[in-house]
Antibody, heavy 117, light 107 residues
């Protein structure tokens, strides 16, 4: 069974940093793309960042230059380093396992990031 | 960026009735289209990928159709557990984008 367990969310001031982590199990981690998708309170879904099985990375324009996605295949973990956080980055961040194409086959339970002074 | 537009925003349906949800892309996404269901307070769940292929464990009453720019999710006979928000998502071009969602509520 695929399991994705996020950690690292919390309250941070504008301009601050957070590092989200997602521990994956139940599948061959190294061959699948992984992503972070966020959902601001009461709104829809936004794809934030993605990393392919070959370690190519992708970022939404709104986070480019501020967020960095990475993966540690020895620990089956994907990270999202978030710097220069803004109020508008406040959201639930979901860790996502990619299916055969760039759709999300499995979702984590989400971790809440709140950016506020 | 490809804009995904879902309609209607809210759909009021009685249990046992058929529900038809629409999703339109601002440019062709071929068949690279997925549908998700999200219940309140939960993570989304994959229903359909490749525009028409059901994900593992998804009931047969959910079906998807379309290609190019016009897509449809049909729920043939709504059950109480189907009342939720449904999102479409294109994965033909980065950035991958979601529609704004359709809320299916009890009539």
């Amino acid at each position: 069974e695929v399991q994705l367990l996020e950690s690292g969310g919390g309250l941070v001031q504008p301009g601050g940093s957070l590092r989200l982590s997602c521990a994956a199990s139940g599948f061959t981690f190294s061959i699948y793309g992984m992503s972070w998708v966020r959902q601001a309170p009461g709104t829809g879904l936004q794809w934030v960042s993605a990393i392919s099985g070959g370690d190519s990375t992708y970022y939404a324009d709104s986070v480019k230059g501020r967020f960095t996605i990475s993966r540690d295949t020895s620990k089956n973990t994907v990270h999202l380093q978030m710097n220069s956080l803004r109020v508008e980055d406040t959201a639930v961040y979901y860790c996502a396992k990619i299916g055969g194409g760039w759709f999300v086959s499995n979702w984590g339970q989400g971790t809440l990031v709140t950016v506020s002074s | 960026e490809i804009v995904m537009t879902q309609s209607p925003a809210t759909l009021s349906v009685s249990s046992g009735e058929r529900a038809t949800l629409s999703c339109r892309a601002s440019q062709s996404v071929t068949s690279n289209l997925a549908w998700y269901q999200q219940k309140f307070g939960q993570a989304p769940r994959l229903l359909i990928y490749g525009a028409s292929t059901g994900a593992t464990g998804v009931p047969a009453r959910f079906s998807g159709s379309g290609s190019g720019t016009e897509f449809t999710l049909t729920i043939s006979s709504l059950q109480s557990e189907d009342f939720a928000v449904y999102y479409c998502q294109q994965y033909n071009n980065w950035p991958f984008t979601f529609g704004g969602g359709t809320r299916v509520e009890i009539k």
